[in-house]
């Protein structure tokens, strides 16, 4: 499964496949979720979520929600984003501390 990290602008984004062991876990995580969060649109610079696709619909990790052709999934732990971040390939490890940080709850 291809996996893209959406956060660069001016040049490519870091994008990786995942194995078919991570992609199921990918699928069953995704599968949980239930539907119904609210979408808040990512910012035009800096983290703007995970892309990814099941059963060949778009999807988008971002701030506590998968957004897809068909719904808007509510995701209030981060567990999609969080599991990502975690198969992110060590070229791109510089990025984890802010993505991280850009999953901590906001106070």
């Not at 995942?18 to 979408?39: K, T």
């Not at 509510?74 to 599991?83: H, K, N, Q, S």
């Amino acid at each position: 499964m291809r996996v893209e990290l959406d956060v660069f602008s001016g040049r490519p984004n870091p994008v990786w496949q995942l194995d078919a062991h991570a992609a199921a876990a990918l699928l069953a995580l995704h599968d949980a979720l239930p539907a119904g969060a609210d979408w808040q649109e990512p910012p035009a610079l800096g983290y703007r979520g995970f892309l990814y696709a099941i059963r060949s619909d778009a999807c988008r990790a971002y701030h506590g929600a998968v957004h897809t052709p068909h719904a808007t999934l509510a995701d209030p732990r981060r567990e999609v984003e969080r599991f990502l971040v975690t198969r992110l390939p060590g070229d791109w490890a510089a990025l984890v501390p802010m993505i991280e940080a850009s999953l901590r709850p906001e106070e």
